[in-house]
């Protein structure tokens, strides 16, 4: 069974510093792997889906990296600004079955 | 982007009364759906995958007479909490997977908060 974990639980950095968040998986046999936002009180937002096939995706300030061989994959946030506290999932499609991690909170002060 | 919606946003009941949320895939066609709750300051955690047309099939924990799931066609999936008693009070979200292009893609509802007096 995919287990999924997220490092750092918590993070706070100040406005304007590039940070990497971490995740780790056991089973590297997925379909993709997805990162997604969450605010306080609030659903998911897809940030990046990284296919088995792919090593990594860009958006904007964002860039999500994919290593199936470690088990692993990281979210780099660039020039990071207050808007982007919140609560960051990365999460693992197996064959109908999709494992979240516990998340990064994430906190940029201004 | 494919978008997925749920109704009710929020809903209030009683202990004892029945609740159905609503999950919807407003632009594509999705054979399999899932349903996750989370518990204030914790992770996702998947309650069954509903394949449409079949039985959903439950994670190891969740009552399946309790959390009757239905996806009687490709673009709607609902779940009733039956019974429903305070620690059912939950934020419940759906997703909704696109299978086209061979892509997989999860596309998540934004949710309804449960709160069971």
């Known amino acids: 069974k995919q287990e999924v974990t997220q490092i750092p639980a918590a993070l706070s950095v100040p406005e304007g510093e590039n940070l990497v968040l971490n995740c780790s998986f056991t089973d590297s046999a997925i379909y993709n792997l997805q990162w997604f936002r969450q605010d306080p009180g609030k659903g998911l937002t897809s940030l990046l889906l990284i296919q088995s096939s792919q090593r990594e995706q860009t958006s904007g300030r964002l860039n999500a990296s994919l290593d199936k061989s470690s088990g692993r994959s990281t979210l780099y946030i660039a020039a990071s600004q207050p808007g982007d506290s919140a609560t960051y999932l990365c999460?693992?499609?197996?064959?109908?079955?999709?494992?979240f991690g516990a998340g990064t909170r994430l906190t940029v002060k201004p | 982007g494919a978008v997925v919606s749920q109704h009710p946003s929020r809903v209030i009941c009683k202990s004892g009364t029945s609740v159905k949320i609503e999950c919807r895939s407003l632009d594509f066609q999705a054979t399999t759906m899932f349903w996750y709750r989370q518990f204030p300051k914790q992770s996702l955690m998947l309650m069954a995958t509903s394949n449409e047309g079949s039985k959903a099939t439950y994670e190891q924990g969740v009552e399946k007479d309790k959390f009757l799931i239905n996806h009687a066609s490709l673009t709607l999936s609902t779940l009733t909490v039956t019974s429903a008693h305070p620690e059912d009070s939950s934020f419940y979200i759906c997703?909704?997977?696109?299978?086209?292009?061979?892509?997989?893609?999860?596309?998540f509802g934004p949710g309804t908060r449960l709160t069971v007096t």
């Open positions: 999460a693992l499609n197996n064959n109908n079955d999709m494992r």
């Open positions: 997703s909704a997977e696109d299978r086209d292009y061979d892509l997989y893609e999860q596309y």
